[in-house]
């Protein structure tokens, strides 16, 4: 099955091509640079961004793949969640191809493509031996969500953000450090090199036995360390910068893993999924390395870093999964605030 998607759910532009789960071509225009001098996402630059590069990122996207678009069988688009504004980019256009193609299309949830970035192959021989159940831990800019996939399609969320997502706190503590737009992966670079114990951040919700997350609290944990630091008009020393980054993370980190380890104990799962931007993160994926072992589960996370960002070929794949069970759309509209459970 040859299908092409499209997603447009933020800053980045993308399309891919995928023939079943192997994916043929994942084109990604990303508009970092057009967003940097803002600090942030401004959504009306990144709707008219996605407008002016969209056809030229299929362009490229079909010649990567070697096709043409009368090849394609089905059309995979993001419906939800994100920007709204962005969204209605890529839903416009693929509702425009599959109608003038007349091929069916697929909605999908952008936080189950990050999850079925785990499913994703290179080659048709590449095996991916997934057993369920499955603990899925998903963290992004938007999102700390875990849940337990029971099957393709079943879900049963455990826990969700309660204010600020773990990607979403990287990226602030990383503006407070003065280290720019996005600054989160920098920051986990520079954590690299400073001395996680110097600062004894509390670890968050630590006494709340459940399977939530919150950020804000260490967030403001952090501030008050930089504010008491720069108060004489200093700035803070590049070692300084380090640490704070380092302890900042470990903790960031723990909270995700004691979340996880809860949630093995609890539970009998078979494999432990990774998904989201900040499954990039290297001592996340370490951790979680570990905590598998432990509990004697595989241990699954997109090894193709392109995979772990925002990109099309996760939504292929995605839809794959989806048209073989016949979940079809004909008439849909964006859904900013799309849930996986919803979107079943």
Known sequence: MIILAIDTSCDDTSVAISSDNVVLANIIFSQVALHKEWGGVVPTIAKRAHQEHIDGVIQKAMKQA???????????????????????????????????????????????????????ATHSSQKKDIQFPALVLLVSGGHSDLFIMRDHGHYEKLGEKLDDAVGEAFDKVARMLGLGYPGGALLAKLAEKGDSSIYKFPVPLHQVKDFNFSYSGLKTAIQRVIKEKTANGTLLAQYEICDISASFQRVAIHHLIERVERALQIYEVKSLLLGGGVSANLLLRKHLRNIAKKYHVEFFYPKNKKLCMDNAAMIAVTAWYKAMRGEFVKDFDRNPGMSIESSH
């Open 66 to 120: 070697k096709m043409s678009l009368s090849s394609i069988e089905v059309f995979g688009v993001t419906q939800g969640p994100g920007l709204a504004i962005a969204l209605e980019v890529g839903i416009a256009k693929a509702k425009e191809l599959a109608s003038t193609y007349n091929k069916p299309l697929v909605a999908v949830n952008h936080m189950e493509g990050h999850l079925y970035a785990n499913f994703a």
